[in-house]
């Protein structure tokens, strides 16, 4: 019995900075974010959103997509994330705090988070997907929540954003099947890290684009000496996006554009660029970066029932993970394209000003209350103080 991926939904706040406007104001070529970077707008978190609300919503949106049955049967909830608000208390408990009662969620649950950088949600899908073949019947709520930001007038600055994206997993999926073999690559590597006490991650860039390439292709190159299988057994594949050009550099370390053509896998860079669509207006959401793109292919109509994916999960620190995955029978109706973007065009564009506001606001401490903040985005669970 395939098990998997049963539905699959995003959750962004609805205010974003417009790509263009941050880089006039900070004096750089707007080519360099839309075409270096590879992005055109970053969502921006307020202060009432943190990644506890942000994977309420995503996982409030996937449990309405689920019968009661399988909402019955849910033993396991798991959280990835690297935005994390309590240093004991698993933020899965604070999901399952929210969403309970509305959706007639049972308590014999287990409920913890995962923590490896933008691998946990990775982590946590696999961890679901082996207890719901250790326990047949049984069903799994996978949430990948965060903030990811690195503060004003910082390297990383075009590089932020926030999402989550949640999942449930079942046997007989309808979205997408998971294959149990993976592989995956450890290296302990101070690339990416955020000490205990820091509201901010600190980063060496460029030795975090190394450090991705690098475990990228030992992960591919690993899959291919364990499986037989190569690039031309894949209708795509999907990677971390931690902004969209990351993923295309490490693809060219395996397939260049020019290969492709002479080896007749040109499907290959376009249903990349299809997986980037969604992460081009919103940006990192680290452990749900990934998943956003397998959500942004799904959404653009090329794949088909039975293609075979491959998927590319990358922490730093540094883990990183090929994953193998197939498209299920009638996985359109498991997904809203249309709903997903408009949500996207619905959300307020901020100034540079406002951005500059909200960005300073939300990473002061929350204090007791979020009410007198400059933007209050009040989902359908927002974060009313602390
Ligand atoms: N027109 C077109 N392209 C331009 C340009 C212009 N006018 N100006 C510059 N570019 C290109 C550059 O040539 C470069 O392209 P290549 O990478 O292909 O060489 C690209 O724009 C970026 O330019 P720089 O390298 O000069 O950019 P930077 O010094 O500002 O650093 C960054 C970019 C390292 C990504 C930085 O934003 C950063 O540190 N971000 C956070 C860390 C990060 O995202 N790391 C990714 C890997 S780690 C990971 O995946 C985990 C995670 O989620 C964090």
Known sequence: MPIGIDALEIATPGLYLPMTDLALARDVDPAKFHVGLGQDEMAVAPATVDAVTLGARAAAAVLERTEQADRDALGLIVLGTESGVDASKAMAVMVHGLLAEEYSLPDAVRAFDLREACYGGTAGLLTAVDYVAAHPGRTALVIASDLARYGLRTGGEPTQGAGAVAVLVREDPRLLAIDPATTAVTTDVYDFWRPEGEDVPRVDGKLSNECYMETFTRAWEAHVAATGLDLADYAALCFHLPYTKMGRKA????????????????????????????????????????????????????????DRLALFSYGSGAVGELITAAVAEGFEKRRDPAAQRARLDARTALTVEEYEQVLTESLAPAGEGTSGTAFVDDGPYSLTGV
Do not use: F, K, M
């Not at 980037?276 to 990192?284: D, K, T």
């Open 251 to 306: 693809l060219a370390r395996v397939l260049t554009p020019e290969q492709a053509a002479e080896r007749g896998l040109t499907r290959i860079h376009e249903r990349y660029e299809e997986s980037i669509a969604y992460s081009r207006r919103i940006g990192n959401c680290y452990t749900a970066s990934l998943w956003l793109g397998v959500a942004s292919l799904l959404d653009a109509g090329s794949v088909a029932a039975g």
